[in-house]
């Protein structure tokens, strides 16, 4: 079966189970984004962006696909799981790894509970006589039995739920350009231009939180070694997912900003209440149409997409726990099922204890969002600078196109978003990085500095020239 030999070479024996295909890859990264995820910060996003939202989302999956394009070369070269931790630390050092899916848990260990979080409290709104915490226990004990049946279980309870999101979308998409049409709201391009309030370090803040719409196309990587079809299947699902999904982004978005009924208090106020992309369903169809969309984002946020995201988590878990990098425990995988048991165990109580702690705090969700945001950007940066190392610099590729430009442009984009995100992020972000650095530094005290198996030397001049 294919992938046996890939990991052979590196040391590694083939425990998980070979059995999703390119269709599948694409149902879980879009399921893991969500088709309608903006709907849930699509006020925070206006209003950060000075009403440009579409135009912050399209930046955002311009920057991406460079993005996407690094996560191709590197799958390709290292057909694992593990994602960054993997790609740096073979790209790069072993240590470079560490600190990369270090930085990395940041993103896939706190994104599970803040959409449990979000999908709780949503629901709470709905259904006032259920608390919060009932909803995060049920949406973490359903995700958590799916998840540890097996990966055939999970791919086809989101590709059902996935469908359910897409029809939401579609209603949604035509009756907002049904009232369009019939004189409702502002018909305009102000969402992609305002001469009034651009600028580039607005946009560039903007995309910062806008990328949380975007965090799953990456995930696709950690089913590297669950794929029937081979590494470079998950560099086209990425590319075609992110492509996809920006699209749909930008025209749910472009439709709502000119529904908004108070732009003006909105970008003056903010979305206080998280509820501005819900009013401009309302204006379009009325409030039917307003709690079909709450109510299918808090579904789409609590099962599918907090499903995926514990599957990609409880993969980086293992990956990094298989290398001695973590507690040896999580790299247990349940023979029957084929899943590593433990790392999905312990992602689902994780998940739980940060809900259920960040819901006592009024800034909680905000916060995370940025934590989680500047995570999975840090880590892009790793990422990028790992093509040019390992296929420019040790494999001495002649592809400069594939090699040096698209990660170059990438990296540019990214850091730019960066340091013009939330400074309270940029605080904390940095703050865990120097954390890990402590852990590391641990590691080596105790003789168990990092160390990849099946590391070889880079090969003379001239004999990669890989194609893109």
Avoid at 3 to 18: M, N, P, W
Wanted: net charge positive; glycine share 10%.
């Amino acid at each position: 079966m294919y992938g046996q030999d890939d990991l052979a070479r590196y040391g590694y024996r083939q425990e998980l189970s070979r059995q999703l295909r390119l269709r599948d890859l694409l149902a879980y990264g879009l399921v893991y984004m969500v088709p309608i995820a903006p709907m849930a910060i699509f006020g925070s996003v206006y209003a950060g962006s000075g009403g440009m939202v579409a135009l912050a989302y399209a930046v955002g999956v311009v920057a991406l696909v460079f993005t996407a394009f690094s996560y191709a070369q590197m799958v390709k070269a290292f057909p694992m799981s593990g994602s960054v931790y993997n790609y740096a630390g073979r790209g790069i050092r072993p240590p470079v790894g560490f600190l990369a899916g270090w930085v990395i848990l940041l993103d896939y260990v706190l994104v599970p509970g803040l959409l449990y979080l979000v999908a709780s409290v949503a629901m709470h709104s709905t259904v006032p006589a259920v608390p919060v915490w009932a909803w995060l226990l049920g949406f973490v004990a359903v995700n958590t039995v799916v998840n540890s049946v097996g990966i055939r279980m999970t791919a086809v309870v989101t590709r059902v739920m996935l469908i359910g999101e897409l029809i939401v979308l579609a209603v949604f998409l035509a009756v907002a350009g049904w009232a369009l049409a019939s004189g409702k709201g502002r018909f305009g391009w102000d969402a992609f231009y305002n001469p009034d309030t651009f600028t580039w370090s607005v946009v560039a803040g903007a995309v910062s939180i806008a990328v949380l719409s975007f965090l799953g196309f990456d995930g696709i990587s950690m089913l590297a070694e669950e794929t029937r079809d081979g590494a470079r299947q998950i560099g086209r699902a990425m590319a075609a997912v992110l492509i996809l999904a920006g699209v749909l982004f930008i025209a749910q978005t472009w439709l709502a900003a000119m529904l908004v009924p108070n732009p003006d208090v909105l970008l003056a106020e903010g979305d206080v209440n998280g509820t501005a992309f819900y009013d401009a369903a309302a204006m379009a169809g009325g409030g039917s149409l307003a709690t079909l969309c709450a109510v299918a984002t808090a579904i789409a946020w609590g099962l599918p997409n907090s499903m995926v995201a514990q599957v990609a988590t409880s993969r980086l878990l293992y990956a990094m726990a298989r290398d001695r990098q973590l507690p040896a425990f999580l790299a247990k995988v349940s023979v029957r099922r084929s899943v590593p048991i433990n790392a999905t165990l312990l992602t689902g109580a994780v998940s739980l204890a940060l809900g259920l702690y960040v819901a006592t705090r009024a800034d909680g969700i905000t916060l995370l969002s940025s934590l989680i945001n500047f995570g999975a950007m840090v880590a892009f940066l790793v990422l990028h600078v790992s093509v040019v190392v390992h296929h420019l610099i040790r494999r001495r590729s002649g592809n400069w196109f594939a090699h040096l430009l698209m990660p170059a442009i990438g990296f540019v984009i990214l850091a730019y978003v960066v340091v013009n995100a939330n400074i309270a992020a940029q605080r904390l972000g940095l703050a865990w990085l120097a954390l890990g650095v402590l852990v590391l530094a641990g590691l080596y005290l105790t003789g168990r500095r990092p160390v990849l198996s099946g590391l070889a030397p880079a090969p003379a001049a001239g004999r990669d020239m890989e194609r893109v």
